[in-house]
């Protein structure tokens, strides 16, 4: 029990395909967490809206979709209490790690549903959600979602954006910056006064994909306190790709150390998330195989770290 992830889908493939979470046919499943290696795992409620709402079947506002699927979350982490237990806190983690049980920790993909209502983020919190992205890939409230447009791209937080990241930190819910502009990801660094994350993103320099992160901002980042998850997507990981291969996945871990140190460092794998995708890993299942090539270039320390201690630390400074 090592790995902790910051990111998945799971629980729309779970919604989508009516399919159990501990053994159903995802990238990512309770029975597949154990044999990996997973030591927690991070849920996103993904909170469809527009053309993606309509792709997937979802006729509830995102409000009213955010409220089923923590209904789903709450059922399927219930239902398999042999094998995990809900998070709230990084002690909760040790204390499920002692009984033998991962820890499951829900986030929320795309602050869409607080729409402009502040006591919404208490209810998340309320609800056991620990950390947030401001923005998928459509404005919201809060602020807009990264593009390859420049212009676009270098837009702010809205006012209310300032007054949300405000109150998840006085909660302690982990602001994350994943989809968020550029711009916006610069007014987090200004005004968080707690280490915030880029869930599941890559490093710009070796893919040019927009939600991937500047070397600036990974500088950024790093002298924050803050951790970036690498993310599995094969386009993230290399121009035009469609193998994800661990060649590259090893790439990116050593460039963000070297530029953004080895406290920034942390896995967002965004399985069942990255459709288009061949895993050479296979699914989460493979995460071993990905260690193993890491432990050529990284000591044992340095993994520890990777695999959950920069993320303990994060949670622990956010949440306590």
């Given amino acids: 029990m090592k790995i902790i992830d910051m990111h998945c889908d799971t629980l729309l493939e779970c919604y989508r395909k009516k399919k159990p979470l501990r053994n159903g046919p995802y990238q990512i499943n309770l029975e597949k967490l154990k ?97 947030m992205s401001l923005t998928w890939n459509y404005e919201n409230s809060i602020g ?15 006012p209310f954006g300032v007054e949300a990241v405000e109150r998840m930190n006085a909660l302690g819910m982990i602001v994350d910056v994943s989809h968020l502009t550029e711009g916006g990801f610069d007014d987090v660094a ?3 006064r707690r280490p915030f994350v880029a869930s599941h993103s890559c490093a710009r320099a070796l893919g040019s994909h927009q939600r991937n992160l500047t070397d600036r901002q ?71 195989r990905i260690l193993h090539a890491l432990s050529r270039h990284f000591t044992e320390d340095e993994l520890e770290r990777i695999n959950h201690g920069n993320f303990l630390r994060v949670f622990r400074e956010n949440a306590g």
């Fill in 218 to 288: 990974l500088k950024v980042l790093g002298e924050k306190g803050g951790i970036v998850g690498i993310n599995f997507c094969a386009q993230f990981l290399e121009d035009h790709a469609v193998l994800s291969s661990i060649d590259t996945i090893v790439r990116h871990m050593i460039y963000i150390r070297d530029k953004a140190g080895i406290e920034a460092l942390a896995w967002g794998s965004d399985l069942d998330g990255i459709d288009g995708s061949v895993l050479e890993y296979g699914d989460y299942a493979g995460f071993p």
């Fill in 35 to 131: 044999s990996g290696g997973c030591l927690a795992q991070c849920f996103a409620i993904f909170v469809v809206s527009h053309d993606t709402a309509d792709r997937c079947g979802v006729k509830e506002t995102p409000y009213g979709f955010y409220r089923e699927m923590v209904d789903l979350y709450q059922r399927e982490i219930t239902a398999n209490p042999d094998l995990i237990s809900p998070a709230l806190c990084a002690g909760d983690i040790e204390s499920n790690r002692s009984k033998g049980r991962m820890s499951s920790l829900l986030t929320v993909e795309d602050a869409v549903a607080v729409d402009g209502r502040i006591e919404r983020i208490d209810e998340f919190f309320s609800h056991g959600v620990r950390m």
């Fill in 144 to 158: 807009y979602p990264n593009s390859p447009d420049p212009v676009l791209h270098g837009r702010k937080l809205k």
């Fill in 190 to 192: 200004l005004l968080s």
